[in-house]
Every structure is written in C-alpha cells, then in structure tokens.
C-alpha cells in the first residue's frame, strides 16, 4: 500500500484547510485510515481516524468540532477538512493506513500545515 498526502499549506489562525490522501496498491488490505502529526522538537501524534466503511470516526480532544475526516472507498481516497485552524495545529501531518484495528502498518510522507497568528 502507499499512500500519498497533499493540501497542506501556509494558513492564517481561523481559517481552514482540506487535507487529501490518496492510497494504491493493495487497498483492499485498507482497514483504518488515520491521521497522524508531528510538530517541531514534539512527538508524533495521533489526529483522527475511520474505519473502514468511514461510519465510526474518532479524533484527538483538541481537534474535535473543528477537523472532521472522511474517506471514499470507491476512490482510494481520505480527507482531513480542518476549519478554525489554531497556531498550535502547526505540523507535518501524515496518514496512515492499518490493515487491522489499531494498527500503523502504512505510512504517507507527509504534508506541512501551517498556521500563522
């Protein structure tokens, strides 16, 4: 499986960004989908996720009412649509796609987000 993140960009503190990943290869073996990030001199950190048929979502406590996630099967794709964008949402944010519940078997390069004040 590889995937391929984009959308990323320079953003003013409240506005928004659409995040893209785009999956080939086996995506049959696709089970989660999620979204990770990392901020300068931080760990990496968990954002969202959804399962496979995009019906269960879930998302870090900081981000909840302001990013949502989405996937379209038919298309090998997931969205991360992030409004109300804080200076502390300032990372390279990755997806990652798991070929079973809660695992990280697959990684995205990454897209950087940035937000100014």
């Known amino acids: 499986v590889q995937l391929q993140a984009s959308g990323g960009g320079v953003v003013q503190a409240g506005g928004s960004l659409r995040l893209s990943c785009a999956a080939s290869?086996?995506?049959?073996?696709?089970?989660?989908l999620e979204w990770f990030r990392q901020a300068p001199g931080k760990e990496r950190e968990f954002v969202a996720g959804v399962n496979w048929d995009g019906k269960y979502t879930h998302y870090r406590d900081s981000v909840k009412g302001r990013f949502t996630i989405s996937r379209d099967n038919t298309k090998n794709m997931m969205f991360l649509e992030m409004n109300n964008l804080k200076v502390e949402d300032t990372a390279v944010y990755y997806c990652v796609a798991g070929i079973t519940l809660a695992t990280h078997d697959f990684w995205g390069q990454g897209t950087q987000v940035t937000v100014s004040s």
């Open positions: 290869g086996r995506t049959d073996r696709i089970y989660d």
